[in-house]
């Protein structure tokens, strides 16, 4: 070979060694990917940069978080829009006092956003009027969780993770298909309110919840009860207790036992009479029966000028009407949608009709209920 002169090289090898090194490479660079993927540091990252902006949020901050928007997931349905077309849902900051909520409502979401379960600094959940059946997987994560309202949804069992909730203090579940409690509910002994109107099947309660000792308010109206759950006689800090339209013919001898208790709705159930050790509970203020059934009521609960005693009597107009349409509804259609009927409007307006009596001096002795109909 002569000085100067080029090594002849087959240019296909060079090509061919160079294509395995970019492959090499790129195969390392998925791998590391993944790898990144599966590391619970992105998560941690995460979750801290989020606190990080939840502990004093500024104005600038607050915009941020409420510009921040979830969009539902892509419906696989034939016919469904798909998920950039969703309307977008907020988490929202209070600015009275900080908190961080969630909210969510309209009947095209059937289940939650994804991207929800990173967002564990949040302290309230508001979700109603959807087509969800079950709470997510990752609900145990949100330790800071003070407000779970979940009412009006198709909701048919609570999981049992929701024990690990230990900072709540209100768990609302009315109106969706819980057919039983999970005894884990009574680890959640900060929790102050608890409501679960107007389900399905539900006429029981776990012995477990005797250790809700701060609970205060009981909502369990609308179910199919038969007795008060033992339970509910053991929440010593109880002072609102709704055991309105269950199925109920007696009242425990020992509901003395609940030495906090203000507030009794008993109506619209089959009691015939009242138990006097109603009379040893010092702090009772109010208490609303109704007044068809009842044939027997402890004198001092009527003469007391502290307690506001309500009886309530069913118009015979209204009574046949309601029963008429009871009846149509369970040939027609099924038990199913008559369950689905129960949607809170008489709670509504029973809550607004007692807060009208809270200022009077001068109590009704007892109240008529009517239906009103309107023909638009």
């Given at each position: ?11 296909s090898?060079?090509?061919?060694v160079w ?5 090499k ?8 990917q ?8 992105h998560?941690?990252e995460?979750q801290?940069?989020?606190r990080?902006y939840s502990r ?6 607050r ?7 979830h969009?539902s997931?892509?419906?696989t349905q034939?016919?469904?829009?798909p998920?950039a ?10 600015a009275?006092?900080?908190a ?9 979401w059937?289940?939650f ?12 959940w ?16 949100f ?8 009412a009006?949804?198709?909701?048919d069992?609570?999981?049992p ?18 057919s ?6 009574g680890m959640c002994?900060n ?12 006429s ?5 919840l ?25 929440m010593?800090a109880l ?6 339209d269950?199925?109920l013919?007696?009242?425990?001898q ?6 906090e ?12 009479y009242?138990?006097?050790?109603l009379?040893?509970?010092a702090?009772?203020?109010l208490i ?6 009842l044939?027997?009521?402890?004198t001092?609960?009527?003469s007391?000028?502290?307690?506001k ?5 069913d118009s015979p107009?209204?009574g ?9 509804k369970?040939?027609s259609?099924?038990?199913d949608?008559?369950?689905?009927t ?14 009208t ?8 002795f ?5 239906t ?5």
């Amino acid at each position: 070979m002569k000085c100067g002169a080029v090594a002849p090289c087959d240019v296909s090898s060079l090509l061919s060694v160079w294509e395995s090194r970019v492959r090499k490479h790129r195969q390392h660079q998925k791998k590391e990917q993944e790898r990144k993927e599966r590391s619970a540091l992105h998560k941690i990252e995460q979750q801290w940069h989020d606190r990080f902006y939840s502990r004093k949020p500024n104005t600038q901050q607050r915009n941020l978080l409420n510009g921040h928007q979830h969009r539902s997931p892509q419906n696989t349905q034939s016919g469904e829009p798909p998920a950039a077309e969703g309307p977008p849902e907020n988490v929202l900051v209070d600015a009275d006092t900080d908190a961080l909520s969630f909210r969510l409502s309209g009947e095209h979401w059937k289940d939650f956003p994804k991207d929800l379960e990173w967002k564990t600094f949040l302290l309230e959940w508001h979700v109603s009027g959807t087509k969800i059946q079950k709470l997510p997987d990752f609900l145990a994560s949100f330790s800071l969780l003070r407000v779970l309202e979940v009412a009006k949804n198709k909701l048919d069992q609570l999981p049992p993770d929701i024990g690990k909730l230990v900072q709540l203090r209100q768990l609302n579940v009315s109106y969706n298909r819980l057919s039983c409690v999970p005894p884990q509910l009574g680890m959640c002994h900060n929790l102050e309110r608890l409501e679960l109107a107007g389900n399905r099947d539900l006429s029981e309660l776990p012995f477990e919840l005797s250790s809700l000792k701060r609970l205060t308010h009981l909502d369990i109206a609308e179910n199919g009860f038969a007795s008060i759950p033992v339970c509910a006689l053991r929440m010593s800090a109880l002072q609102l207790l709704d055991l309105s339209d269950n199925r109920l013919s007696d009242l425990p001898q020992d509901m003395d036992r609940l030495t906090e208790l203000a507030t009794l709705f008993v109506h619209n159930n089959n009691l015939s009479y009242l138990p006097d050790c109603l009379t040893n509970i010092a702090t009772l203020k109010l208490i609303v029966v109704s007044g068809d059934p009842l044939v027997c009521v402890p004198t001092q609960l009527c003469s007391n000028p502290n307690i506001k005693f309500i009886r309530l009597y069913d118009s015979p107009a209204s009574g046949k009407k309601e029963k008429r349409t009871d009846v149509m509804k369970t040939t027609s259609q099924g038990q199913d949608e008559k369950d689905e009927t129960k949607d809170g409007r008489e709670k509504e307006f029973m809550d607004v009709y007692v807060s009208t009596l809270k200022d009077r001096e001068n109590m009704p002795f007892s109240t008529t209920k009517v239906t009103i109909s309107c023909l638009l």
